[in-house]
């Protein structure tokens, strides 16, 4: 049976107990409930929100929000098909089995419906990963190959006796190597780890991993690349860790939820402010050490209308800068 190659280091020992950790502690806290079907869609929105940021769809969060509930939005067709594939795609996630190589193509067929030729088949072609300026950064192995190392990687986290986190990991650097599909193969390694881990814990259907990912995108293509040369994912292995970490750090069921009554509250207390202000509120308190350059590729818009939105929410009170512009983060007054 082929093996990936990688180390389980004493990084990913640390990591595994934390994130073993913060699992049962959010388990406990959640008990025989499951988190509100409002959280569980706002955590949705932001994952496909930016799972298709990565790919460079520049539709915001609202819009997102807007696609999800039925309403008409303006945009690129393309990006518009983009978000309505992957909200079908996401849907199907309960239906679908993580070890079967079949589900995986039933999945790309949905999340690339009208976006590519053949979508649901593995390439007939070579593919690869360039940068910005055409320098190839990553070029996949040939399509003849495809079938047979896309199998043999479904027969190991099958058989594995890894760590269902590490193996998740694993196979998400594993798919990205192979890039097994003319396109698509970026927002489907990230789903597929997602299917693997929710099967492992209930919780990670709902966690906005993707978010965290988006946050340290370059990082991500910048792992990928070193594990490339190194001929093993050990570094990817340690990155993902620290992104799950990162996201369950960051989420609070409860706190979620009282919050967004708590906002709903505000909102209702200052009806002069528009809904593009409290967007950007609602990215700060959530996040309060995001930068003015992240606010912008999330609601899609230019820097200073964020300013500008910046400074009605300070001169209503709502938020307040501590520490400076480089290290400092927002108080939010709620």
């Known amino acids: 049976m082929y093996v990936p190659p990688f180390t389980v280091s004493a990084e990913i020992i640390r990591l595994i107990g934390e994130i073993s950790e913060q699992v049962g502690s ?23 929100h930016s799972s298709l940021a990565i790919e460079n769809n520049t539709l915001s969060l609202k819009q997102i929000t807007d696609i999800i509930d039925g309403k008409r939005v303006l945009g690129a067709p393309d990006e518009i098909q983009e978000v309505k594939n992957a909200i079908e795609a996401y849907h199907l996630m309960p239906e679908l089995d993580a070890f079967k190589e079949k589900d995986l193509l039933r999945a790309h067929e949905l999340m690339m419906k009208d976006l590519v030729r053949n979508s649901g088949h593995y390439r007939h072609e070579g593919v690869g990963v360039f940068d910005g300026n055409g320098n190839c950064l990553h070029m996949a192995p040939p399509a003849e190959r495809v079938p047979m190392l896309m199998g043999d990687l479904f027969e190991w986290v099958k ?45 990670f259907a709902w ?41 369950m750090a960051n989420y609070d069921d409860d706190d979620a939820e009282v919050q967004d009554k708590i906002q709903d509250k505000v909102q209702d207390k200052f009806p002069e402010v528009s809904q593009p202000v409290w967007d950007v509120f609602d990215i700060i308190r959530n996040n309060p050490k995001v930068t003015v350059n992240s606010i ?3 609601i899609n818009l ?29 108080k939010v007054n709620i």
């Open 207 to 247: 966690l906005p991993v993707e978010t965290i990912v988006k946050e340290h995108q370059q990082e991500y293509y910048h792992v990928i690349q070193k594990c490339d040369q190194a001929g093993e994912s050990t570094l990817f292995v340690e990155y993902m860790l620290r992104c799950l970490l990162d996201a």
């Open 159 to 203: 058989k594995t006796d890894v760590h269902p986190l590490v193996r998740s990991c694993v196979f998400h650097y594993e798919f990205e190597f192979i890039h097994p599909f003319i396109d698509g193969n970026g927002r489907m390694g990230r789903y597929w780890q997602t299917m693997l881990l929710s099967r492992w814990k209930g919780i």
């Open 302 to 330: 230019k820097e200073r209308q964020i300013y500008k939105h910046i400074a009605q929410l300070k001169s209503l009170g709502l938020i307040v800068r501590v520490g400076s512009n480089k290290t400092g983060y927002w």
């Open 26 to 48: 959010i388990m406990t806290r959640l008990g025989d409930n499951v988190p509100s079907p409002q959280l569980r869609k706002k955590n949705q929105i932001k994952t496909i």
């Open 296 to 298: 912008c590729e999330q």
